[in-house]
């Protein structure tokens, strides 16, 4: 049929996706709601994306794993990306307010949009946000353990101030779950934000009290300003624990900037699971860990420390030996590391990350968007000459197969190693040939769907004879799937005969 191209081209993909598919975890990647499976954004905005669906594949393999209805797989035809859109205005942009987040960041908006500036403004009031060390903890359970230890103590009376309120920051729904049943009887006002879909509008609509929680996904960490009490603002303020490490310092600072606001005081704390970081960030941490470890060990006796210290002179007694050298450079880096606390590391591991995923943004996938906005723009002009060339009023049958023509185009003949000039020069001459297609009554994609339209037509037009032809051209295009174009076929020819003669046709069916 008229997709062999698209499984060609899409197999490996589909099969890397259906084996991702199982990877992923429910109330985490996404949720399933009443309208079906939905992607999340747990990695910047904790938003229930209703209106979003996984492509390649994806989206379906998720759905036959939950055994829930398939959705239908789409083919883009409308192009245009927030980068593409913003570049249309030229100068004529006179701002916009947002959190710039480092320099890396910074300086790949000014390479992005040529002469912008930028500037950080300060707020009407002077902050007053006190940031409470990070900790960084091995184990899940440990984690636990100490988010709950540290909301229970900034909530409950002490000595010298009385309980604040405090905001639990998720990475998922699923973890914000786990917090909230971890805390259970021992904080007794307390709710969950974790899904926009749900009515939230009785934890915004009053002010937090003394010892009252709130465990949310990143919903509550950007956008949300969430009002306190007096009594709350004199014993110091909302209380903010970000349980992971955001994927950059924007979105940590959006989290953090919901505590301190318009000049009332607060605190904030990154407590955090090494288990929960990204593999690179892990690997960062592996020395450093390694080193605790071996501080555990020689504090046993003096002889290991000794030994330990013995070591070491060896490898320095040899420093033209390159396996030495190299195993010097490895202590010096974990004697290095060790004087750095372990949550600046895991900071400075995501810089870096960053840093790599914004160069390759740059170099790869800026290119690919503005090739694939160049070649839209070309497939608008086709439809422009296609309206132009039927005084403005082209068959919706035609419109509708160009359209697939072109989504399924870009499915299958992008490719993002081709210059932009080759990629126009290859639509030009597919377009051609699939509008003479069109000229001739013809599926540009083969796809018998639009035989059976362009029969349709003809049919309410009275052109009968001609109508059978296309059905007829379905059922040999796509043998497998012209039951409709039987169907059609069949309604057409006694529509065309007579009374007499369609009583001749059903005699000759039934024989």
């Known amino acids: 049929g008229f997709f062999s191209d698209l499984v060609k081209s899409k197999l490996n993909v589909w099969i890397k996706n259906a084996f991702y598919a199982q990877t992923m975890t429910k109330d985490h990647e996404y949720v399933i709601e009443k309208h079906g499976i939905v992607p999340v954004d747990y990695s910047c905005t904790g938003v229930v994306e209703n209106c979003m669906k996984w492509s ?52 790949t908006l000014q390479k992005i949009y040529d002469g912008i500036k930028t500037c950080q403004i300060p707020s009407f009031k002077r902050r007053k946000l006190f940031e409470v060390e990070g900790v960084v903890v091995s184990s899940e359970e440990e984690w636990v353990e100490k988010i709950c230890h540290a909301v229970i103590a900034q909530t409950t009376r002490t000595s010298y101030r009385d309980p604040r309120a405090a905001l639990v920051i998720c990475e998922t729904i699923n973890r914000a779950n786990i917090i909230h049943q971890a805390l259970g009887d021992k904080v007794k006002e307390k709710s969950l934000y974790i899904n926009n879909n749900m009515d939230n509008s009785s934890i915004f609509s009053k002010e937090l009290k003394a010892g009252e929680v709130i465990i949310a996904t990143n919903l509550a960490g950007r956008g949300t300003d969430l009002q306190i009490t007096e009594e709350v603002k004199r014993a110091g303020g909302l209380f903010v624990v970000q349980t992971f490490l955001p994927e950059n310092a924007r979105v940590e600072a959006q989290a953090f900037g919901r505590s301190a606001r318009q000049g009332a005081p607060g605190s904030a704390q990154l407590i955090i699971s090494s288990s929960h970081l990204s593999d690179p960030v892990q690997m960062l941490l592996l020395p450093w860990n390694l080193l605790s470890l071996m501080d555990d060990l020689l504090n046993l006796t003096k002889l290991n420390q000794h030994l330990f210290v013995k070591q070491i002179k060896m490898y320095q007694k040899s420093p033209n030996n390159k396996r030495f050298e190299d195993m010097s450079s490895i202590l010096e880096l974990i004697l290095t590391l060790k004087s750095e606390p372990e949550i600046n590391l895991a900071k400075n591991g995501r810089e870096s990350s960053v840093a790599h995923k914004l160069s390759s943004y740059l170099e790869s996938d800026i290119p690919n968007i503005k090739k694939k906005e160049e070649l839209f723009n070309q497939y608008l002009d086709e439809l422009d000459d296609l309206y132009k060339s039927s005084n403005n009023k082209p068959a919706a049958s035609d419109l509708s197969a160009l359209n697939e023509f072109w989504g399924m185009w870009l499915l299958t003949s992008f490719n993002a190693k081709d210059s932009t000039e080759e990629l126009k020069g290859r639509l030009k001459r597919d377009l051609d040939a699939a509008r003479l297609k069109l000229r001739q009554r013809e599926s540009p994609s083969s796809n018998l769907y639009h035989y059976i339209s362009f029969g349709n037509d003809l049919r309410e037009k009275g052109n009968f004879a001609e109508s059978i032809d296309m059905y007829t051209k379905a059922t040999e295009q796509d043998p497998c799937w012209g039951a409709i174009a039987y169907y059609n076929r069949a309604f057409t020819t006694l529509k065309q005969q007579n009374r007499a003669q369609s009583r001749d046709c059903i005699s000759q069916a039934l024989d």
Request: net charge neutral.
């Open 56 to 107: 390649d594949g994806l989206q379906q393999f998720l759905e036959m794993k939950h055994e829930s209805k398939l959705s239908d797989m789409t083919a883009i035809t409308n192009y245009m990306s927030n980068v593409g859109l913003l570049q249309k205005y030229g100068n004529q942009i006179y701002g916009m307010s947002g959190t710039l987040g480092k320099q890396v960041e910074t300086k």
